[in-house]
Nanobody, 123 residues
Framework: QVQLVESGGGSVQAGGSLRLSCAASGYTISRYYMGWFRQAPGKEREGVARIYTNGVDTYYADSVKGRFTISRDNAKNTLYLQMYSLKPEDTAMYYC????????????????WGQGTQVTVSS
């Protein structure tokens, strides 16, 4: 059974940094396209970043471009999201997700989701 478990969330002040991790079990992530999504209270879920199976090709939402970096370590079966220069508007529950089909990650409908980790940024 595919499982994704996020960690690394927390509370930081604006300008701070956090590194989220997403540990996978039950499968090898090397074949999966993966992404990070977030959802703030009262707002729709949005895609933050996604990464190809090759670990090289990436995509970022305009709101985080230049501040966030997505990466993957297939040997450790783990996905990461390094977040710098955090802003209060980055406050949300962050989810990692995976799918064998890239289009599903793009569409925000990947088959496998983690339970989420909360990120809170205070001004």
């Amino acid at each position: 059974q595919v499982q994704l478990v996020e960690s690394g969330g927390g509370s930081v002040q604006a300008g701070g940094s956090l590194r989220l991790s997403c540990a996978a079990s039950g499968y090898t992530i090397s074949r999966y396209y993966m992404g990070w999504f977030r959802q703030a209270p009262g707002k729709e879920r949005e895609g933050v970043a996604r990464i190809y199976t090759n670990g090289v090709d990436t995509y970022y939402a305009d709101s985080v471009k230049g501040r966030f970096t997505i990466s993957r370590d297939n040997a450790k079966n783990t996905l990461y999201l390094q977040m710098y220069s955090l802003k209060p508007e980055d406050t949300a529950m962050y989810y990692c997700a995976a799918d064998l089909w890239y289009n599903r990650v793009v569409a925000g409908t990947p088959n496998y989701w983690g339970q989420g980790t909360q990120v809170t940024v205070s001004s």
